[in-house]
């Protein structure tokens, strides 16, 4: 069975970085869609970017466009989140998570916003932006 295993949170003041990362251990990334998803005291889990399998493609939430970048290596069996100019609103636990295959040819190597989507997922890291 495939686990995942965040790393890279921590404490920051706005406007600072980090980089996220999340690196498979017993399977195989290199096929799938892989996202990232956030979810802060009180709110709902939410996307905030997925890359496909070899990054033929990748979704960001508008609030962060031009902030996030999303990678993968799929040699080392992670995938990235590079976090940049970030801001007390970014904070929340931050999950990766691997497409679920569904049966339908080749739909797991692409993303999906609805966490259902998903069936592997880490148990999380946590990112604490400070004012």
């Not at 080392?76 to 295959?101: F, S």
């Amino acid at each position: 069975q495939v686990q995942l295993e965040e790393s890279g949170g921590g404490l920051v003041l706005a406007g600072g970085s980090l980089r996220l990362s999340c690196t498979a251990s017993r399977g195989s990334l290199s096929n799938y869609g892989l996202a990232w998803f956030r979810q802060a005291p009180g709110k709902e889990r939410e996307g905030v970017s997925c890359i496909a399998s070899a990054g033929l493609s990748d979704t960001y939430i508008d609030s962060v466009k031009g902030r996030f970048t999303i990678s993968r290596d799929d040699a080392k069996n992670t995938v990235y989140l590079q976090m940049n100019n970030l801001e007390p609103e970014d904070t929340g636990t931050y999950y990766c998570a691997r497409r679920r295959a569904t049966g339908v040819y080749n739909e797991h190597r692409f993303c999906a916003s609805d966490p259902g989507m998903y069936d592997v997922w880490g148990q999380g890291t946590q990112v604490t932006v400070s004012s």
